[in-house]
């Protein structure tokens, strides 16, 4: 399809164990985000990339969590010793282009990856 | 996320039923969207704001911003099962490196015949 595209759709982790989330943006566009919602909340801001720079890691909770998009498309977001707070859906988004001023890019998100840790 | 509140968390709506759900901002919002999600779903677009006073409409959907850019509200007319599923109102706060959004907590809607 068309559109975004993540992968596992559904992780159970062992606490500890570290996780890999992959996220296929919709090919051609620039931006790519991070988001973490936990149950019964909106998302938040994890990260941000434009191209293969990350510009924007201040939603990251701890250095524990590490995101990469070492090619400009396909970004993964990698948890470490996985702990159960982790326990939430990771959502990825990706938009046109970063546009700045006042002409704003719908930001078209895939379906989530839910994690789980025991 | 506290800086954008919506209202009501949660609303139950007989079908045919108009509603309305908030979403407000104590900042000047640089673009306010409004996203649908289902369960185990990711969000769907419904629709972008931008302009001080600005109102769009999708078929019985119709969102509208202040003039002011701090509060907007998205209104169903004749409700329909099918509308039934979370309401998000993001928020671009005007961040010069990112268009990151900020989210609202959403608004929980179930319809019933």
């Known amino acids: 399809g068309a559109g975004v ?111 789980t840790v025991l | 996320s506290q800086e954008l509140e919506q209202s009501p968390q949660s609303l139950i709506v007989q079908e045919g039923k108009n509603l309305t759900i908030n979403c407000t901002s104590s900042k000047t919002l640089y673009g306010l969207y409004w996203y649908k999600q289902k369960y185990g779903e990711g969000l769907i677009f419904l629709m972008m704001l931008q302009k001080g006073g600005e109102e769009k409409s999708h078929e019985k959907i119709t969102a509208k911003l202040d003039e002011k850019k701090q509060q907007s509200s998205l209104h169903i007319t004749a409700s329909q099962p099918s509308h039934a599923g979370i309401y998000l109102c993001g928020a671009d706060m005007g961040k010069e490196n990112t268009d990151k959004l900020i989210f609202g907590t959403g608004t929980r809607l179930q319809v019933f015949p």
């Open chain 1, 5 to 115: 595209s993540q992968s596992p759709r559904y992780k159970v982790a062992k606490r500890g164990q570290d996780v890999a989330l992959r996220c296929d943006p919709i090919s051609g566009h620039v931006s790519l985000f991070w988001y973490q919602q936990a149950l019964g909340q909106g998302p938040e801001f994890l990260t941000y990339f434009q191209n293969e720079a990350q510009l924007d890691k201040s939603g990251l909770p701890s250095d524990r969590f590490f995101a990469e998009r070492p090619e400009g498309s396909v970004s993964t977001l990698k948890i470490q010793r996985t702990q159960q707070e982790d326990s939430a859906v990771y959502l990825c988004a990706s938009s046109l282009a970063r546009a700045g001023g006042y002409v704003y890019n719908e930001q078209f998100f895939g379906p989530g990856t839910r994690l």
